[in-house]
């Protein structure tokens, strides 16, 4: 009865809900403390004070017709205005509230500008390893995801690769910086290059290729290290950003979508992205939290916890004998295999209750990702098992 399209990934949930039942079984076996579940991409710390005072102010304050009421698509001017005034402070651009349309998280960013910009047949390269969602989103909109693989060791684009991909349908490349799962950042030298290598294609083939930048860890990056703003790197970009980790705000479904001025046919483009907002059915992004963001546009993104877990994690897994990449960013670690089936080690890991996701997840193999927003304890206590799965390899 139900779709073709929807068949297949309702099978491919079971394997997710599958890993996540295992977590569960093992919790009522070994009790929650003993399961060391790397696992979720949640943040596992709580959203600053700032956030829960401005909702109560706004909700205290505010004419409840203009707060629950509809809006312009693209969300309220005066949030829009105030978000496109950080980034001008933050960034050194003259973005304005006509380049911003507020979004359902940078997921649903993601699906707006998809949905403006495919046609069925068109192609989006996704940079392996990648987060998984990115085909089903390319999918929704007959489009066809080509993935080409990132540099290995260092992780960073490979640029030639990523040329030889490129022919008449594609449309755009999806990046993302700082990386889900391997913490990388992309260099600005490998973004320069990048840009250069896309404006000569346009100028080649005569088309346009957009660079998606999704970027909901953009605030997560540690050791004082630089995220690069990416409109800077090359004309045809969008951003997709989030609220989510930045904030700890994943449920509340609140981000933005960036059309900078510059884009080839920027108003056209605008005008599409912000129907889409609304034949998508997301209509606007939510009204109290659209107006919690413009409040706390500057508050900084404490990652003082995570950081803190970023190095437990990574120097307990390296002390065990394990080739880890060290992340510059989000809250991920990329980890190698010592066999070459990822999946394989995970059914060993879970014989020690410790819960990674198999590279294979994010189309790349001999590598898991273990997320570290969990608790520092979960990370401390693990680190036995660990160490006995290490020595089953003779680590
Ligand atoms: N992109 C990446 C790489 C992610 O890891 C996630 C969530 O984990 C998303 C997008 C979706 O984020 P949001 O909650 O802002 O929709």
Known sequence: MISEKMKVLANNNSAIRAM???GNRLAALYGRENVY??????PNFPAPEAVKKAAIEILESSDPVYLHGYMSNAGYPEVRSVVAESLNRRFGTDFTADNLIMTVGAAGGLNVILKALLNPGDQVIAVAPYFVEYGNYVRNYDGELVVVNSKPDTFQIDIDAVCAAINEKTKAIILNSPNNPTGVIYSAETLT???????????ELGTKIFIISDEPYRELAYDGAEVPFMTKFYKNTVVCYSWSKSLSLPGERIGYLLIPSQCDEFETLFTAASIANRVLGFVNAPSLFQLVAAKCVDVPSDVSGYDENRKLLYDGLTRCGFECVFPQGAFYIWMKTPEPDDKAFCERAKKYNILPVPGASFAYTGYVRLAYCV??????????????LAEEYGL
């Open 20 to 22: 996540f039942e295992e």
């Open 193 to 203: 290059a990048l840009g250069e290598a896309l404006t000569k294609k346009q100028e």
């Open 375 to 388: 608790s520092k304890e979960t990370i401390v206590n693990s680190m036995p098992s660990f160490k006995k």
């Open 37 to 42: 579940d790397f696992s979720l991409g949640n």
